[in-house]
């Protein structure tokens, strides 16, 4: 199982649409745990992923291992 789920979409949600489905859906099957922190981000995923990355990168992970000027 994962640690998080983060799904960027600009689909609509529906029921039975994998692109669409929220992520309850996903832990009906089987997808998701039912305790697991999950995101849904309802955009553009070439305008929110970099700036989701860039946060994670520049908080979560070791700055000094990703650093490119190094």
Do not use: H
């Not at 600009?10 to 039912?34: C, F, H, Q, R």
């Amino acid at each position: 199982m994962w640690s998080y789920f983060c799904q960027i979409s600009d689909s609509t949600t529906s029921y039975g649409s994998y692109s669409g489905a929220v992520p309850n859906e996903k832990i009906t099957w089987g997808k998701l745990g039912p305790e697991m922190p999950r995101f849904l981000n309802e955009s553009d995923a070439t305008i929110v992923a970099p700036l989701i990355f860039q946060y994670v990168l520049e908080t979560v992970c070791d700055n000094n291992y990703y650093r490119r000027d190094k």
